[in-house]
């Protein structure tokens, strides 16, 4: 389970994806960019979430 050390930057990812988006549609005015906000603000919010976790959860396996 080595891979789950790493998914938790595929947030970190969204989250940057998110805000791109968003921002190009408040530019073009077309859409309403807040979804995309909404969403990079809970795949920054998730990474941190996994992140507290797997060492949470690495800790623990080591003291056993």
Request: charged share 20%; aromatic share 24%.
């Amino acid at each position: 389970m080595n891979y789950l050390k790493y998914t938790q930057y595929v947030y970190l990812v969204a989250a940057i994806f998110f805000v791109y988006d968003g921002f190009s549609k408040l530019n073009s005015g077309t859409d309403m960019p807040y979804l995309s906000f909404i969403l990079a603000a809970t795949a920054v919010f998730m990474f941190f979430f996994r992140r507290k976790f797997a060492k949470k959860f690495d800790n623990q396996d080591k003291n056993q």
